[in-house]
């Protein structure tokens, strides 16, 4: 099967400071991807390669190519704008905006120049649901703020937003590291009902959650990625000497 | 122990402060109120606010002219300096590289201290040369006065949106634009109504400036290009004159009385916004 | 040690006490008046004042005078109420006023300006009337180009706007449509800048300006000393009670030849 997204010879640099350094990784289509490392190894910093959300910070480098069903993202007739909307993203910091949550939810389709109102309801009707949020909120959507839910309803609320925008791809950056276990385990079992339709891109420096819900893992360390292969290898009989020290927990 | 003491102390002594602030504030408006008075009383009130004459010799005191043409020049500078403030700001907070912003930014906060004759000196042989004594003349240069002020408080509050709103509309596919005009502006739009409110401020207040290329005719502006005369102007270029007492004083007073309402009242509409922005 | 700094102490004590007594003595012998003198009033007064209070004070190095501004009335009101000693005045006192006593200091000639570039160069009487009251609104009526005429006023109160009144308006009334400002350097300025512009300001200031002849006198010194020019008035430093001492001093100073000269040097009218 194509990979659904493939990066070559990805390297990042903060001004001179190289975060990435020739990564090479092709993620499945509707499959779960689980990025795991030490903090700064720069999980994040490829999450983000990923959608094009590091041009928004200035000084900043890339080398080599991020495919998009087998089409590089940033050869020049590309819009980052539209990767943006095809390639989802959640943040660590559950971030809905200070509207109501029916106005989070419909934040993206009306971008997109949907205004029809009960298109717009049925949109954001169908991600609430998708994201689990819907019996939760059903009841005072329109007024209630998104910013007055607790943790992990806000989370789920940005999942519902990014839902909404109908992407093909979702990242998500430690989405559930702001959130109790209730709160985690109903992410997670979400993020199983939506592989069927998306791919799944999550970061997590919880090894279990990893070994929960995902179906392959990549190991990051200091810029370069590790290991690579199905969850079930990297966690049971890992290539790498690093990989198995980190997953044992022997290591920073 | 101690320092519980001290700190009821510090609390007693800001409060203390806080309160003969206020006192002063207080004793202020009431020695104007006093002394106006008597104008409101001998003239009536109807016929001082709604009086269109106004004539020291003709012992006729009305002062429409002079609040219209109060209201008119701040809303015109207003009117100019809002959309061009916050767009300078947008300009300097979200597109410019970061070295036109190091150069522009303290440019526009050396402005905010040039004392306003010296605005009133360049609007007098730069802009009423092109357009004659007017509003429009005392706009221009109000404008230029406070655009420094809404420019600098406006990139502030756009800069002190958290850069998660920012990124969340980004990674759902908005523009720049969209993210800067849908999420950025509501979340800043309390920081840009207090620029608004300290523009107005400063625009309603301003006397230097204005008397020196609004005309200062006592007639009612009909046009932008009209002259007329502000309330601030009226009392700056007659409380000399006026011996105490006298009608003329009175009057003048009570002109500082209707200056004060007026901005109370301006005020009161600009926070109202800004609450309803909040909510 | 010690000793010889005590000593050199005491030695420098002497000195400096010496050196005072003498010059104080020195002091003491040339001059006979000594006190302070506070005025305030008209700011078209207050720079020649403050020249001749210059004058006078090296003269009379134990005399201290202060001079501010703040208009005629400030000044007539501070002398009745006490406030200073000598109120200046660019104005005749009226009925309103309370009663003063009244000591011309010098006159004072009032031009009225047009733009250099401005053809006309001279007006009667009638014509400045009913350009003020807006009759005459163009400068084509009364030989210029046919422009519109921008007509600039000082404001109610002043003294300058209190001459013109008198002597150029009598009973007709300036229109309510003609710029006000209330100094003559802003409408030097505006009329320098404005070709269409007519305004009137103090004969010290004419300069960047042209002033026009009114019924044919031009607005010379001599034609205001000798007050063929109409428009001339008096300014005044007024008093509480009959000065005497060192405001008698001063007054009779600036009143007097060296005064005089200073007054004239200043671009004022001599009495
Ligand atoms: N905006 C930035 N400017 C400069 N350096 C940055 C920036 N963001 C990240 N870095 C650096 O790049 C490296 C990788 O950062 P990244 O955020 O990708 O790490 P991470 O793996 O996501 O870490 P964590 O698990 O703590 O989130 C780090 O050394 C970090 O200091
Ligand atoms: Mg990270």
């Known amino acids: 099967m194509e990979p659904k997204i493939e990066t070559k010879s990805l390297s990042f640099y903060y001004g001179v400071k190289q975060a990435l350094r020739n990564v090479t990784l092709a993620i499945k289509e509707h499959q779960i991807t689980a990025l795991i490392g030490p903090s700064g190894c720069g999980k994040s910093t490829f999450l983000r390669c990923l959608n094009r959300m590091n041009e928004t910070i200035p000084k900043t480098r890339m080398e080599g190519e991020v495919l998009l069903d087998g089409k590089n993202i940033y050869s020049p007739g590309e819009d980052m704008v539209e990767v943006r909307k095809r390639v989802g993203m959640v943040f660590q910091q559950p971030n809905p905006f200070p509207k109501s949550i029916f106005g989070n939810v419909i934040f993206g389709p009306t971008m997109l120049g949907i205004n029809h109102k009960a298109r717009l309801e049925g949109i954001a009707e169908r991600s609430l649901r998708a994201a689990a949020l819907w019996d939760e909120v059903k009841d005072d959507w329109k007024k209630k703020s998104g910013v007055s839910l607790s943790g992990g309803q806000q989370q789920r609320l940005c999942i519902a937003r990014v839902l909404a925008v109908n992407p093909e791809v979702i990242l998500m950056d430690e989405p559930c590291s702001a959130l109790d276990p209730l709160a985690t385990l109903k992410i997670e079992e979400l993020m199983q009902q939506l592989k069927m339709q998306y791919t799944i891109v999550v970061v997590t420096h919880n090894m279990q959650q990893a070994a929960r819900v995902s179906d392959w893992t990549g190991f990051f360390l200091m810029g370069e990625m590790v290991e690579y292969g199905p969850t079930k290898v990297i966690f049971t009989n890992p290539q790498d000497r690093r990989t198995e020290d980190y997953i044992t927990g022997r290591f920073g | 122990m101690s320092r519980y003491l001290v700190d009821k102390a510090g609390r007693r002594l800001v409060f203390l402060a806080a309160l003969v602030a206020i006192l002063i504030l207080l004793l202020i408006a009431l020695f104007t109120f006093k002394e106006g008075l008597p104008a409101f009383l001998k003239i009536g009130f109807v016929k001082f606010i709604f009086g269109t004459k106004w004539s020291v010799a003709g012992g006729e005191f009305g002062i429409l002219p002079f609040i219209l043409a109060s209201i008119y020049v701040t809303l015109g500078a207003l009117l100019l300096s809002v959309p061009l403030g916050v767009s300078c700001a947008i300009f300097l907070a979200e597109v410019a590289p970061h070295r036109a912003r190091e150069i522009v930014r303290p440019t526009v906060e050396l402005l905010v201290g040039i004392p306003s004759v010296v605005y009133g000196l360049v609007g007098m042989l730069v802009v009423v040369p092109r357009m004659g004594d007017s509003l429009l003349a005392a706009i221009i240069v109000l404008t230029v006065m406070v655009l420094p002020t809404i420019i600098s408080i406006s990139e502030d509050s756009l800069r002190a949106v958290p850069h998660g709103y920012k990124e969340g509309a980004l990674a759902l596919g908005a523009t720049h634009w969209q993210a800067i005009w849908h999420v950025m502006l509501p979340q800043a739009?309390?920081?840009?109504?207090?620029?608004?409110?300290?523009?107005?401020?400063?625009?309603?207040?301003?006397?230097?400036?204005?008397?020196?290329?609004?005309?200062?005719?006592?007639i009612i502006p009909t046009s932008p290009l009209s002259p007329a005369r502000t309330l601030t102007g009226t009392l700056a270029m007659e409380l000399g004159y006026a011996s105490p007492g006298s009608l003329h004083w009175s009057a003048l007073f009570a002109t500082g009385v209707v200056l004060f309402i007026l901005i109370l009242a301006l005020n009161s509409i600009a926070f109202i916004q800004r609450r309803e922005g909040e909510g | 040690m010690a000793k010889i700094v005590k000593l050199l102490r005491l030695a420098i004590g002497v000195v400096l006490c010496l050196g005072l007594i003498l010059s104080s003595g020195g002091l003491v012998q040339a001059q006979g008046l000594e006190g302070t003198i506070k005025l305030s009033g008209s700011t078209s007064l207050q720079p020649v004042t403050m020249k001749l209070a210059e004058a006078f004070g090296s003269e009379h190095p134990r005399v201290n005078i202060s001079v501010s501004g703040g208009g005629s009335s400030v000044g007539i009101r501070e002398v009745d109420e006490g406030m200073v000693d000598i109120g200046m005045s660019s104005r005749e006192l009226t009925s309103d006023d309370p009663p003063l006593f009244i000591h011309p200091i010098c006159r004072d000639g009032i031009a009225i300006i047009v733009n250099l570039r401005n053809p006309v160069g001279g007006l009667t009487r009638e014509q400045v009337v009913r350009i003020?009251?807006?009759?005459?609104?163009?400068?084509?009526?009364?030989?210029?180009?046919?422009?519109?005429i921008t007509v600039i006023s000082r404001e109610e109160g002043s003294g300058t706007r209190a001459c013109f009144d008198e002597k150029v308006m009598k009973e007709r009334k300036i229109f309510p449509q003609s710029l006000v400002y209330n100094s003559n350097g802003i409408i030097r300025t505006k009329v320098a800048k404005d070709p269409k512009a007519i305004g009137y300001v103090s004969l010290g200031y004419v300069s960047g300006v042209k002033p026009v002849a009114i019924e044919g006198v031009e607005p010379t010194m001599d034609?205001?000393?000798?007050?063929?020019?109409?428009?001339?008035?008096?300014?005044?430093?007024?008093?509480?009670?009959?000065?005497?001492?060192?405001?008698?001093?001063?007054?009779?100073?600036?009143?007097?030849?060296?005064?005089?000269k200073i007054v004239a040097e200043a671009g004022y009218v001599t009495l």
């Open chain 2, 189 to 218: 739009r309390s920081g840009i109504a207090t620029a608004v409110i300290l523009g107005m401020g400063r625009a309603i207040g301003e006397t230097m400036a204005m008397i020196m290329v609004i005309g200062n005719s006592i």
């Open chain 3, 132 to 148: 003020y009251t807006g009759e005459i609104t163009d400068w084509g009526e009364i030989g210029g180009e046919w422009e519109k």
């Open chain 3, 223 to 260: 034609n205001c000393k000798s007050e063929d020019y109409p428009l001339v008035r008096r300014l005044l430093f007024v008093t509480h009670d009959e000065p005497g001492g060192v405001i008698k001093g001063f007054i009779d100073f600036c009143q007097g030849d060296a005064g005089q």
